[in-house]
Every structure is written in C-alpha cells, then in structure tokens.
C-alpha cells in the first residue's frame, strides 16, 4: 500500500520489467523496459503488469518490442 517504483530499467526480462501485486496506490514513474527476450505468447510479454491491484498508475514509461523466436 502506498508505494512507487521510479527510473529504473529493466533489460533482457523473460517477464515483466516491474510487476504490481496484491497492491494498492501504487506509482511506477519514468522506467523502461529493454530488449525482452521471452517468446509472444501465453502472457509471457507484458512490460508492467498489474495483477489484484488497485490504483496504480503508471506513467512516461517505455517499452521495447523484439521479435523472438523459437
């Protein structure tokens, strides 16, 4: 409850860069997700996640899309 999570980076990530759980106000702020490297399925490819939670707002956050295959 009432936490944040701010310029961070996350790179080569098989699954969320930042993941919100079970949480409530929440902030994520000016952090990027680089080069993941799962495959593009089965809700494996999610930069933020935001899972049970409520109130979270996520803002000037980046994403890269790679192409993988297996």
Same mark, same amino acid.
């Given at each position: ?13 098989? &699954?969320? =860069?930042?993941?919100?759980? $079970? %949480?409530?106000? *929440?902030?994520?702020?000016? #952090?990027? @997700? ?10 494996? &490819?999610? =930069?933020?996640?935001?899972? $049970? %939670?409520?109130? *979270?707002?996520?803002?000037? #956050?980046? @994403? ?7």
């Amino acid at each position: 409850m009432n936490g944040w999570v701010r310029d961070c980076t996350g790179m080569h990530m098989k &699954r969320s =860069a930042v993941l919100v759980g $079970d %949480s409530l106000y *929440v902030t994520v702020r000016d #952090c990027k @997700s680089l080069q993941p490297v799962s495959r593009i399925r089965g809700g494996r &490819r999610y =930069a933020f996640s935001n899972s $049970d %939670s409520s109130m *979270v707002l996520f803002y000037n #956050c980046y @994403s890269e899309y790679r192409e993988f295959s297996l």
